[in-house]
Each structure stands twice: as structure tokens, then as C-alpha cells.
């Protein structure tokens, strides 16, 4: 497998970007609807946010492509009106940065759940990063900053660990990944095999 991304790669990466652009987009009512109830609910679909990288390093399992999802989807959210303005690029960024960081640290040869819990975890260290830069929750009282660490990665663990590669499992059962991933060994191997067969 080349680990450069072809055009194809970068295409594909983009679409699935917009889409979770336009889910992202969606989800800002949900999270503020959340937001009143108190005891950080908001915080467990927080990690939504972090969803497209994941899916996109799982369906093309390239370098660099979960930081490019996570940047255009953030760019889509930003250009559909998101509340959080310019800032959401940048949380994007930093968010796609830290995913990608996981996936360079196994080298791009792992694509299974816990790689992609990791990388949903560190994508959740990245925007408590920025939150901590941008004085969001300096202020909190350790047990309000506890509850809220506790939930955002919570969900951030099932929606953009769990969610991300139950979604590319779905969609690999359709044939639909075949489209963007040579053929490994394996699937020759066992093409030998019906052959013979």
C-alpha cells in the first residue's frame, strides 16, 4: 500500500468531511439544548466533534488524512454558520492533530476499535487543550472540572472511538471501502482459495 494520499484519497476525504460537516452543524442545537440541565450533560455528545478523522483514517488508512477531515469538516461547519466562529478552525485543527498523532504512533498499520478510542481520546485532549488556551475552564472548581473531563471523554470514547469504527465496519460490509483501499495479500490469498475451490 503507498502511503501517499492520491487525489482519489484526498477526494474521498473530502466528501466524508462535508457530510460531518453538515452533522456537526446539526449537532450544535442538541448540544446546547444540553447545555442547561447542568452536571456537563452537553459534554457527553461533545464528541461528535471529533468523529470525522477517525472514519476517514479508517476508511483510506493514510497519513494525514484524519488531520485533513477533521480541518475540511471544520471548515464546513464554519462557512454553515457555526456559533463558535473562526475558533472552530482552529479547534478542527488541534483536534485533528492530536488524532493524527495517534496513527503516526502505530505507523498507519493499525485500524482496528482501540486505535480508534485512542485517537478519539487524544482528539479530546486537543480541544481541552484549546478550551484551557482559550480560558474556558481554568475557573472550574476540581470537582465541576473532574465532572466534565469525565463526560467529554466518555463521549468522546463512543461517539468518535466506538461510533467512528462501528460506522466504517457498516460501510465495509457494503463493498463501499473497496472503492479507496488496494487489495491486500489477504484478499488475494483467499481469492487463490476460491479458485481452487
Not at 466524508?16 to 440541565?37: D, E, N
Not at 470525522?52 to 462557512?79: D, M, N, T, W
Not at 488524532?99 to 485517537?119: G, H, S
Amino acid at each position: 500500500m503507498t502511503k501517499g494520499l492520491k487525489l482519489t484519497d484526498i477526494l474521498v476525504t473530502i466528501v466524508i468531511a462535508i457530510a460531518f460537516g453538515i452533522v456537526y452543524i446539526l449537532w450544535g442545537p442538541l448540544y446546547y439544548a444540553l447545555s442547561p440541565l447542568g452536571l456537563h450533560l452537553d459534554q457527553l455528545v461533545y464528541g461528535m466533534w471529533f468523529i470525522a478523522g477517525p472514519v476517514a483514517y479508517l476508511i483510506i488508512r493514510k497519513p494525514g488524512v484524519a488531520f485533513l477531515a477533521e480541518v475540511a469538516a471544520a471548515s464546513g461547519e464554519f462557512l454553515l454558520g457555526s456559533p463558535w466562529g473562526l475558533s472552530v478552525l482552529l479547534y478542527g485543527a488541534v483536534q485533528g492533530l492530536f488524532a493524527e498523532l495517534v496513527f503516526m504512533l502505530v505507523r498507519y498499520k493499525k485500524f482496528n476499535l482501540q486505535i480508534a478510542v485512542l485517537a478519539a481520546t487524544s482528539s479530546c485532549a486537543g480541544s481541552l487543550l484549546m478550551d484551557a488556551a482559550y480560558g474556558e475552564i481554568g475557573a472550574l472548581a476540581a470537582w465541576n472540572l473532574t465532572l466534565l473531563l469525565a463526560a467529554r471523554f466518555i463521549g468522546s470514547i463512543f461517539f468518535a472511538g466506538i461510533m467512528a469504527f462501528s460506522l466504517v465496519k457498516v460501510l465495509e460490509a457494503t463493498g463501499v471501502t473497496n472503492l479507496v483501499r488496494p487489495s491486500s495479500r489477504a484478499d488475494y490469498a483467499a481469492l487463490d482459495e476460491d479458485m481452487k475451490g
